[in-house]
Every structure is written in C-alpha cells, then in structure tokens.
C-alpha cells in the first residue's frame, strides 16, 4: 500500500477532509478516484472523491461516502492510500520515496545505515540516512548515488569524504 495523503483535520460539518497530499500524481485526487481510507495499523475502507477544493494551502476533498471519522486530535494518524498496482511505473532512474525507504545504504562496499526518509528540497532531494540514532542527509544526484537496486534493498554510493562523518562513533 502507498500511502498518498495524509488527513489533517475535518472540513466543515460534511464529508469533507483536509489533506496534505504526498503524491505527485494530480489525477489520484480528480472526482470519481477511488482511494482507501484508514489508520496506519488498522484497516483501510474504500472511498470515492466526489469533489477537489482548495482552502488556504490545504487540499480538501468530499467523498461520495458517509465518512465517520471521529474527531481528529494530535497523535491521530488517518490516510490515504492506493494499492501499489494502481501507481505509475516510474521514468527510468526515477523512484518513489516509498521505494527508498528502509533500503540499505553502501559507501565503497561499508554498511553505512538505512534510508529513513526522503527529503525534497528545491534544488534536488536528500536520503536521510540513518545508523544508531545519528541521521546524515546525502543529496540524491549522480554525483553521489551510483546504484540504487531495489530487487536486492540496497543503494550504492561514492560521497565526497567527511559526509559520513556524523555516523561515525
């Protein structure tokens, strides 16, 4: 499952949510989308988007259904998502975050950590890299990242000396 949207908050007394959406894909929220709805670690319920609106930055969407989630407070942790098969393959060397994270990352043949996440910046994006609690952030171009081998979980790199720095104990 990926996960393409996360709820913020009620909008007005209808069906309708505020989302931060986390999808490049436009189309995934255009009326008539299924998506599923549902807490990280629980279920996920299907749910059509009827209409799209924005309110200040934030997306709004209304489903066709009755939707019943309770009042959100902090802590709360509600989605949505698609099913992996229904995502665009991606351009050659392009990847989804989702791909990216948890892979094993390698300096020169040396474990140096895992990918905790995906930064995007306006100039490129940053794999955040974590080993023991410490994070280094390693800009995701050609220079830096020569393989990534998704079969095998792994991303291969050849940084400028001193950026692993921060990992060392």
């Not at 949510?17 to 189309?27: A, H, Q, R, Y």
């Not at 929220?29 to 009827?50: A, I, R």
């Not at 698609?82 to 989702?98: D, N």
Request: hydrophobic share 40%.
């Amino acid at each position: 499952m990926i996960y393409v949207g996360k709820i913020i908050g009620h909008h007005g007394k209808g069906k309708a949510l505020k989302v931060e959406p986390f999808s490049d894909v436009v189309s995934r929220f255009q009326p008539g989308s299924s998506l599923l709805m549902g807490c990280v670690g629980g279920d996920f319920f299907p749910v059509t988007v009827e209409k799209v609106f924005y309110s200040g930055q934030k997306m709004v969407l209304r489903f066709k259904e009755d939707i019943s989630i309770p009042i959100l407070s902090p802590g709360d942790d509600w989605w949505l998502a698609v099913k992996e098969q229904f995502s665009p393959i991606p351009a050659e060397g392009t990847y989804y975050h989702y791909q990216l994270i948890g892979l094993s990352v390698y300096e020169r043949g040396i474990l140096m950590g895992h990918v905790c996440s995906v930064v995007e910046s306006l100039t490129y994006d940053y794999l955040e890299v974590e080993k023991s609690g410490k994070h280094v952030l390693v800009p995701f171009i050609r220079e830096f990242i020569k393989q990534v081998d998704l079969e095998a979980g792994k991303v291969f790199t050849n940084c400028p000396v001193g950026l692993w720095d921060e990992l060392e104990d």
